[in-house]
């Protein structure tokens, strides 16, 4: 498309999602989400694949975000994995600072490449715990987590200036974190 003029501020961008890109589901101390869970589940995927490796975005982030730049790509929009940040999910369980600095540098590096960070709070990757604990989001008992989950992720900013475009869930839509059984 010669001669293509894109107006002033417009973001240009890619997405992706945690669970289909990052990898290292069982590293530095990430727990299960439902996503983790669902697909050994039988049926629960057509050829028993698992987002257990994918594209090994955890540790080749800088990588990606080069190759974006290099493309001219100015936004990225991607997920923060839940239950990296809280590896059970509840409001009063660990926080898991090997997450947490993993985002942050993930940001500042985007930032550092003038790739904006387009940041999805919440992409249906609920913490299997809470599958466990209260029937994830058939319960209203996710509402202090999920806040909680929401308020620490919403720190992650440089210099004390907001820097990134937040949003907080993906595709309002049923889920495997929304599953429930005809049993129950």
Request: net charge neutral; glycine share 8%.
């Amino acid at each position: 498309m010669p001669n293509l003029t894109l107006p002033a501020g417009f973001l240009f961008g890619v997405s992706s999602a945690a669970y289909q890109v990052e990898g290292a589901a069982k590293e530095d101390g990430k727990g299960p989400s439902a996503w983790d869970w669902a697909p050994r589940q039988p049926g629960g995927t057509i050829d028993n694949s698992t987002g257990d490796i994918t594209g090994l975005q955890y540790y080749l982030y800088k990588v990606d975000v080069a190759r974006m730049a290099s493309l001219g790509i100015n936004a990225h929009s991607f997920s923060i994995s839940w239950a990296r940040i809280y590896p059970f999910g509840a409001a009063d369980s660990p926080v898991n600072q090997a997450g947490l600095q993993h985002y942050s540098d993930m940001i500042d590096y985007h930032l550092q490449m003038g790739v904006k960070p387009v940041v999805t709070l919440f992409h249906w990757d609920t913490p299997l715990a809470l599958l466990a604990y209260y029937g994830g989001f058939t319960s209203s008992h996710i509402i202090d987590d999920f806040v909680k989950s929401v308020y620490l992720a919403t720190r992650f900013n440089t210099d004390g200036q907001t820097k990134r475009i937040l949003t907080v869930l993906h595709a309002a839509m049923p889920r495997p974190s929304l599953r429930r059984t005809k049993a129950e």
